[in-house]
């Protein structure tokens, strides 16, 4: 596992697009972290757009094989809420961004044997921000090996800046999230990011990435994915408004995690509710959002 700190690590970042970050949760936050997961899948924690019932008798592991991904979990759950603040996480956001940074979307993937991965993206292709400091976290909450799922990066394809086009596939290896293509990469060039439970990979928004289908006949792949930016960025997330103009648009649903917010006087509002990722191998929940930023 590649791992690098302080100023090796922001050159590391810078050259690769992609860092490595041991022990970010320890074993009680990872404890924490998995009962939390089942107990969101449950329906316990609220409200979650596209969740179906939980029948009579179902056990933990039924009801995590029922998802694939629930969107925006740190809107439901104070530790969510908590670890996207870790502390070992801000230290490597501060070194590739800046001493502000704010976070705009959180994931948590539920990847279950025979669970689909997610075709080659780049995350700022859905999450637009204004100076390219888009940075995912991936917070694995199991082992994540080739043979259950784990993210597969082309190192360095994030220095050209360069947002390849996109399209829906037919590959029932992955979910309905459009693919990236057109880029001058072969798949043989790709690295596997198999990282401990406990472990994070930090990369860049521009950073060309997937995953596979969970193969793994018993083992899941949790993961706890968030999203970060500058704080001095402005966010067109969304279309603008009435009056308003693209060049000023932002989207003020965000979570400062470190530093301050020159907008802050703005205010913040909530907007972006949990909802369950569309998952082709599960067609009685609704696929809501399917062009929703996503991260394996």
């Not at 800046?98 to 292709?125: T, Y």
Request: net charge negative; aromatic share 6%.
């Amino acid at each position: 596992m590649r791992q690098a700190r302080g100023g090796s690590r922001a050159r590391e970042y810078a050259d690769h697009g992609f860092v490595t970050v041991p022990d970010v949760l320890d074993p009680a936050q990872l404890a924490a972290a998995r009962a939390e997961a089942t107990a969101a899948c449950r329906g316990r924690l609220g409200d979650v757009e596209g969740m179906a019932p939980i029948e009579r008798g179902d056990d933990d592991d039924a009801v995590l094989r029922r998802y694939l991904c629930i969107h925006f979990p740190h809107k439901l759950s104070p530790l969510f809420t908590e670890l996207a603040r870790t502390p070992a996480v801000v230290d490597v956001l501060t070194d590739v961004i800046g001493p502000n940074v704010k976070m705009m979307q959180s994931m948590l993937f539920i990847k279950a044997p025979g669970k689909p991965g997610q075709a080659w993206h780049q995350d700022e292709s859905h999450i637009p921000t204004r100076d390219r400091s888009l940075t995912a976290a991936w917070i694995a909450l199991d082992d994540a090996t080739t043979e259950n799922g784990c993210l597969w990066v082309m190192s360095g394809s994030h220095r050209p800046g360069v947002l390849h086009p996109v399209r829906s596939h037919g590959d029932a290896r992955f979910d309905p999230t459009p693919e990236a293509y057109g880029f001058d990469y072969a798949d043989d060039e790709a690295v596997a990011v198999e990282l401990p439970a406990g472990a994070a990979v930090v990369f860049n928004g521009y950073l060309l990435h997937r995953s596979f289908p969970n193969d793994h006949p018993s083992r899941t792949r949790r993961a706890l994915v968030n999203h970060y930016m500058s704080a001095e960025s402005l966010l067109p997330w969304r279309p603008p408004g009435d009056g308003e103009k693209m060049a000023t648009t932002d989207c003020r649903d965000v979570l400062v995690v470190a530093g301050s917010d020159p907008y802050a006087a703005r205010g913040t509002v909530d907007v972006m509710k949990p909802y369950i990722r569309a998952d082709p191998t599960a067609p009685a929940i609704r696929k809501l959002n399917a062009s929703a930023p996503s991260s394996a």
